[in-house]
């Protein structure tokens, strides 16, 4: 018994109140804004104009983003299950050149289908769709039931992908498409306002797995399955069925960043999407979500995303030549893993 008990005293309570740590969400906005100010102050003695405190250039900043962005999102899910999807990039390719050929008009001068021209929109959207979600598909199942790990089994679907994008027209781009196809990446008129359609596609794809990934079971099992996916696979969840679905669930957005890309440019090309798989996963991980599975916001991924952009953006702005700004795009991408790694140490 300790003394306060034998005095009839109740133990004092610590008054030491736990530490609460700020969302991820807000720290990395801060490196945001913190970014945003450097090229404010460094350039505008030099170029005498703001650069990014304007709503045209915010406009252009998510809309060069939205392709990728779109990507991302799905990629973010498979990281947090401690997966990766190496193919979306290549997914985009092909999934490009199937809706292009059936989005031509009939007066284009190289038709890929002559029977299949001026079809509704919706047919070619539903196709290219269609192609990414049967990738994904693919991806999960080797993945999930044939245990092939993620990193080889998607890193075949980036090749095979790829080599189908320029197989399916002999690498011929595919061009002139129907008004109604094009709209998807065009800007329209709303309320007397120019909004384009790219960006709206890719933030109402966030807010739905935003929601999807916060407030339901399919966030959760996600969750889970990244944490520890013994005891996931214990506590009765479809460990193999959900990681389908999960890579499912990429690849059908690769599939609609692949249609928003070619709507946007106006043709299709085999090589639609090189490299977007490192941009998406570079977002991803800028945003915090760790590779180690478990971790990671789609809100965080969108921050992530528009780092990219206004460093990008921003060293263009100040004449910074390209190689160098992959060298430190680079760093930052390293420089993120390991504030990643140390934090997971933190908490051993």
Not at 52 to 75: M, P, T, Y
Not at 102 to 115: E, I, M, N, W
Not at 303 to 315: E, R
């Amino acid at each position: 018994m300790s003394a306060n008990e034998a005095a009839g005293k109740s133990p004092q309570i610590s008054s030491v109140k736990p530490h609460r740590r700020l969302p991820q969400e807000l720290s990395i906005l801060a490196v945001l804004a913190v970014i945003v100010a450097i090229f404010e102050l460094i350039g505008w003695p030099l170029k005498s104009q703001s650069f990014f405190f304007n709503a045209g250039r915010l406009s252009i900043i998510f809309l060069q983003v939205a392709v990728i962005g779109i990507i991302a999102v799905g990629v973010a899910q498979t990281i947090i299950t401690s997966g990766v999807d190496l193919s979306s990039g290549s997914v985009v390719g092909a999934t490009a050149m199937i809706a292009a050929s059936l989005a031509q008009v009939s007066t284009a001068r190289s038709v890929v289908y002559p029977h299949l021209t001026d079809l509704p929109f919706i047919i070619p959207v539903l196709a290219g769709l269609a192609t990414g979600l049967l990738a994904g598909v693919i991806n999960g199942a080797l993945i999930a039931y044939a245990n092939v790990p993620p990193f080889i089994a998607t890193l075949g679907m980036m090749v095979s992908a790829r080599g189908f994008a320029t197989w399916y027209t002999n690498g011929q781009p595919v061009s002139t498409f129907t008004p109604s196809f094009r709209v998807i990446g065009s800007p329209v008129e709303l309320f007397g306002f120019s909004i384009d359609v790219p960006t709206v596609i890719f933030l109402v794809v966030a807010l739905i797995f935003h929601i999807a990934m916060c407030y339901t079971r399919y966030g959760k099992f996600t969750y889970a399955i990244g944490s520890n996916m013994q005891a996931a696979r214990v506590s009765g969840i479809d460990v193999k069925w959900h990681l389908v679905k999960v890579y499912g669930f990429a690849g059908l957005l690769s599939g609609l960043a692949g249609v928003v890309q070619i709507a946007r440019a106006g043709s299709g090309q085999a090589g639609a999407g090189l490299g977007y798989e490192l941009q998406a996963i570079a977002a991803v991980v800028i945003g915090g979500t760790s590779l180690s599975g478990g971790v990671g916001r789609i809100t965080s991924t969108v921050i992530g995303l528009l780092i990219l952009s206004v460093v990008t953006s921003g060293f263009t702005f100040l004449g910074v030549p390209a190689s160098l700004q992959q060298i430190v795009l680079g760093a930052i991408i390293v420089g993120a893993v390991v504030i990643d790694q140390y934090r997971r140490r933190r908490k051993v």
